[in-house]
T-cell receptor, first 115, second 111 residues
Framework: NAGVTQTPKFQVLKTGQSMTLQCAQD?????MYWYRQDPGMGLRLIYY???????DKGEVPNGYNVSRLNKREFSLRLESAAPSQTSVYFC??????????????FGPGTRLTVL | DAKTTQPNSMESNEEEPVHLPCNHS???????IHWYRQLPSQGPEYVIH???SNVNNRMASLAIAEDRKSSTLILHRATLRDAAVYYC????????????FGKGTRLSVIA
């Protein structure tokens, strides 16, 4: 199993450009998440999807949209990138079942710089 | 969400035990206590979780206070690879909300 994969690993954008960050998991997990981590800070939740076909806002959703394409894939879109969105973006997933829902598996991250 | 308090940083010598404390005095009765760590330039990694009883796994041990208002993550023999930021996260699986990461404790391991 590859676990949670993210593409691209690095990206540089100019202010106003758009892009989509891709995330896929091959563990048959129901729930998927997008976090951002600014330098020296903890992770903050952007959006999550408890199951295929549903998405919900997290702590910092402004400026982002998400799509849960199918059970495997959860994408994050920046429609008009701003320098404040310079960050490392992590995707995560967790298996179903109470008691295990806190066990999240994280991808390697996408390092995004907006100039 | 329960508020947590962890030291900003700690230091340990290699091969010695490390005790990482966490206060979570507002934890609810159904919240599990999760610990994650984040190695440099990597995504967070699940370490251990528990509810009331102490827990052991291949990575670490988790000691939970009887009143559940604090817990301690124990690394029995620190290695250089254990240098990371450690996050303590109370979490209620029935609420359906995702993990909330604080700033954690940065552990340095000295050879």
């Amino acid at each position: 199993n590859a676990g949670v994969t993210q593409t691209p690993k690095f990206q540089v954008l100019k202010t106003g450009q758009s892009m989509t960050l891709q995330c896929a998991q091959d563990m048959n997990h129901n729930s998927m998440y997008w976090y951002r981590q600014d330098p020296g800070m903890g992770l903050r939740l952007i959006y999550y999807s408890a199951s295929e076909g549903t998405t919900d806002k997290g702590e910092v959703p402004n400026g982002y949209n998400v799509s849960r394409l199918n059970k495997r894939e959860f994408s994050l879109r920046l429609e008009s990138a701003a320098p404040s969105q310079t960050s490392v973006y992590f995707c995560a997933s967790n298996p179903p079942g109470t008691g295990f829902v806190g066990t999240q598996y994280f991808g390697p991250g996408t390092r995004l710089t907006v100039l | 969400d329960a508020k947590t308090t962890q030291p900003n940083s700690m230091e340990s010598n290699e091969e010695e035990p490390v005790h990482l404390p966490c206060n979570h005095s507002t934890i609810s009765g159904t919240d599990y206590i999760h610990w994650y760590r984040q190695l440099p330039s990597q995504g967070p990694e699940y370490v251990i979780h528990g509810l009331t009883s102490n827990v052991n796994n291949r990575m670490a041990s988790l000691a939970i206070a009887e009143d559940r208002k604090s817990s301690t993550l124990i690394l029995h023999r620190a290695t250089l690879r254990d240098a990371a930021v450690y996050y303590c996260i109370p979490f209620s699986p029935w609420v359906g909300t995702p993990l909330v990461f604080g700033k954690g404790t940065r552990l340095s391991v000295i050879a």
